[in-house]
């Protein structure tokens, strides 16, 4: 009976499993789930708003396993997506070939973005989740780049340039600044035109970008024009385009270039877009107009950088713009300065436009008097918050060690600081170097509190690791305009913690200097004693005291509204709130969460805060005993973090790589002789261990 039943069962085994695989695969689909949209109701959808389409074939394996994801999440955006006017659809391209094809469609499944006036982008997230769709629903609905429809509608501004015109523009023939692009292919008349782009997906996009650039560019009075690199190719490999004159790998994909060039002038005048591909019209219209306005050397006066140097916002409210500009001041004393002088701000303009917010200005004054005014101010907030402590007085003698320099020199303010920076120009040779100047520009270029996200983490945690030893991110929320206040409040809260440290971080300094001066005061005094050489006397007199200014904090906020997996995705364990402030230790990659109470690190307290930075960079200083660095946690920054995100990123193909380069590791001639050699050694270790036990064992018997 049993094994009669056995058999029978036997027998349906097939038909259950592709019952169960039936189920499996053709998920029901959720309540009010459209039908795929087609030819005929395809504009007139699109005209409702944004969209997000899945192109696909009911064939495809790609295509079912994407399924019941789309589906899932079409459902669970419902709501969401009525609010920020953006809706999930599906084309279905075996009933609707046609539209696919008018489409562009390749492969399936294809999932783009489009807006009332056609196709904007493609979503290209591996692997495609529920969460990663959503994520870029919601911030493909809150760019402008995507919304202003009116743009759409409207013609590109751009000029089509020939080699020739662009070599007059470069030869000085240019009297308004010109942003050009350069693409590949002949066929780009006017830039709207509609061209098949070989090896290029990026052009597609970047045809829409450009028409919005060329227009915003319009009210900036600065022109735009655009070049054929296959029309052009001679000009376009001087300017190191040769990819676009010509395919050389079929499976290399290219994307258009950008330069500016400046008015009237014939050299020093072609400066490339710096950063990569970009599709924000913003990025290439910011680049433009602050490198114009820097070739201006603008004047500036003491009262627009007292405005720079107060307590300000930091996020902004919805559409206002940010705070965070950086401001390099040329100041020189209209008695002695000459000519030569100005020579060097010509070449600071290429080096410059590569570094986000910096502006350049010059002023006939000495600014040590206003720097010493802002730095005072510094005080007042600090006695103000901190009423507990015996009040904190502003040191001349360290300000004035500081500041040491002659005129022309230049200062730097950032937004919202209240310590100037002043470059060390003694004399022509430091001011006539662009390298020893770019170096300092670049050691102060992080704004005074800066946007820290998953994809510029890494970025910061290298930023100039050797003078800034901390990351100090303050957790912020900017969902409704009343957290944006709150989140404001918190990062000058993190500044007051700051600015505190940064008194006993300058003494300490001061102190340490100070002992080296005595040490070398007193050789010096010991040598005259012992009657040395008056030449060894010198030597030593001439030793320099090196300048020291590190341990400083690099300030940073994280807004958990738009960074939902950034814990998870960088391996940071446990819960983490609105006020709480995470500190990453750069050279070390651990981080911290805990104040030396044990409680956890928030801005609500700045004066813990500040013991905290104490504690952990000048323990001598610390008013607790530091238990701090007991209280660090693993590093996921270290082996973790490079993992975790080499597959976040590229999911499959990120344990690919690692499984590569594992083989290449175990391959490398110089890794397998190591491995041989410790081996060798451990197995004569052993033998000799053994031996040595053999031996014990003889005479214990
Ligand atoms: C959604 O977008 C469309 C097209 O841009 C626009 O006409 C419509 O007014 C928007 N609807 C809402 C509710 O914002
Ligand atoms: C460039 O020179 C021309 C002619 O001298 C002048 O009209 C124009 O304003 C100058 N442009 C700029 C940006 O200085
Ligand atoms: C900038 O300041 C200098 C010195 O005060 C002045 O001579 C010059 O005209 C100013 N330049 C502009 C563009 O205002
Ligand atoms: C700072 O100055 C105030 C007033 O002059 C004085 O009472 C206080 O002792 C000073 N503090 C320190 C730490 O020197």
Redesign the pocket.
């Known amino acids: 009976m049993t094994t009669h039943l056995k058999r029978h069962l036997l027998a349906f085994l097939p038909f259950i499993a592709l019952l169960i695989a039936l189920t499996v695969t053709a998920a029901e689909p959720p309540e009010g789930f459209p039908e795929p949209l087609n030819k005929n109701n395809f504009k007139e959808e699109l005209?409702?708003?944004l969209h997000i389409i899945d192109f696909y074939s009911p064939y495809c394996p790609h295509c079912k396993h994407l399924e019941p994801v789309w589906m899932e999440t079409w459902d669970e955006f419902r709501d969401e997506g009525k609010k920020l006017?953006i809706t999930f659809s599906q084309v279905n391209c075996v009933e609707s070939a046609d539209l696919c094809s008018e489409e562009n469609i390749e492969s399936y499944p294809d999932v783009r973005l489009y807006?009332?006036s056609g196709y904007l982008k493609s979503f290209t997230e591996r692997p495609k989740t529920k969460e990663s769709l959503m994520a870029f629903a919601r911030r493909e609905s809150m760019d402008p780049d995507n919304?202003d429809?009116d743009l759409d509608s409207a013609l590109s501004q751009s000029q089509h340039l020939e080699g020739f015109d662009f070599i007059k523009l470069i030869a000085g023939k240019a009297d308004r600044p010109y942003l050009v692009s350069f693409w590949p292919t002949k066929n780009l008349k006017d830039s709207d035109d509609s061209v098949n782009f070989e090896n290029c997906d990026k052009c597609h996009e970047f045809q829409r970008t450009w028409k919005i650039v060329s227009r915003q560019l319009v009210m900036e009075d600065i022109k735009s024009g655009h070049v054929n690199c296959e029309s052009n190719p001679t000009l376009c490999k001087e300017l190191g385009f040769s990819d676009l004159v010509k395919i050389t790998n079929h499976r290399a994909d290219r994307e258009p270039k950008v330069a500016l060039v400046l008015p009237n002038k014939t050299s020093n005048n072609l400066i490339d877009y710096p950063k990569g591909f970009s599709v924000k019209s913003n990025d290439y219209v910011d680049f433009a107009k602050r490198t114009f306005a820097n070739s201006q050397f603008p004047n500036i006066t003491e009262e627009e950088l007292k405005k720079v140097a107060r307590e300000i916002d930091f996020v902004p409210e919805k559409g206002a713009s940010f705070n965070n500009d950086i401001h390099l001041v040329f100041a020189y004393d209209p008695e002695t300065v000459v000519v030569e002088d100005f020579d060097i701000l010509e070449y600071l303009i290429e080096p410059l436009s590569k570094i986000p917010n910096i502006y350049l200005h010059q002023i006939d004054k000495n600014l040590i008097g206003l720097s010493r005014d802002i730095f005072e101010n510094m005080y007042k907030l600090i006695n103000d918050y901190n009423t507990g402590e015996a009040q904190k007085n502003f040191s001349e003698e360290y300000f004035t060690m500081n500041t040491v320099t002659q005129l022309p020199t230049f200062f730097m303010f950032k937004d919202g600081d209240f310590v100037s920076h002043v470059y060390p120009g003694y004399s022509t040779t430091e001011m006539r170097n662009v390298e020893e100047i770019m170096k300092w520009v670049q050691k102060y270029s992080n704004p005074l509190a800066t946007e820290i996200t998953s994809s510029n983490l890494r970025e910061w945690m290298s930023f100039q690791t050797e003078s800034y030893s901390n990351l100090a991110i303050q957790l912020v929320s900017t969902g409704s305009g009343k957290q944006i206040k709150g989140s404001n409040t918190l990062i000058r809260k993190l500044l007051l913690a700051s600015f505190d440290y940064e008194h006993v971080r300058m003494e300490n300094n001061f102190e340490q200097i100070n002992e080296k001066r005595t040490k070398k005061a007193d050789s010096i005094k010991l040598l005259k004693e012992k009657k040395t050489p008056a030449d060894k006397i010198v030597d030593k007199m001439r030793e320099e005291i090196p300048h020291i200014d590190n341990k400083k904090l690099l300030l940073g906020y994280l807004d958990l509204s738009k960074e939902k997996k950034f814990f998870r995705r960088f391996g940071i364990t446990g819960d983490h709130k609105v006020g709480d402030v995470i500190i990453i230790d750069k050279s070390n990659n651990f981080y911290y969460t805990k104040d030396n109470f044990g409680n956890t690190l928030t801005a609500n307290e700045p004066l813990l805060l500040r013991e905290a930075f104490v504690s952990l960079n000048i323990p001598s200083k610390a008013l607790y005993s530091s238990k701090m660095k007991g209280r660090l946690m693993n590093s996921p920054f270290h082996n973790a973090f490079s993992f975790l995100d080499i597959v976040h990123q590229n999911g499959i193909y990120g344990y690919l790589c690692i499984i590569i380069l594992i083989i290449i590791i175990l391959k490398s001639p110089s890794f397998y002789r190591k491995y041989k050699v410790r081996r060798n050694y451990n197995s004569k270790r052993n033998a000799v261990g053994i031996l040595g036990n053999l031996e014990k064992k003889q005479n214990q018997d």
Do not use: I
């Open positions: 005209s409702k708003g006017n807006n009332p919304l429809t």
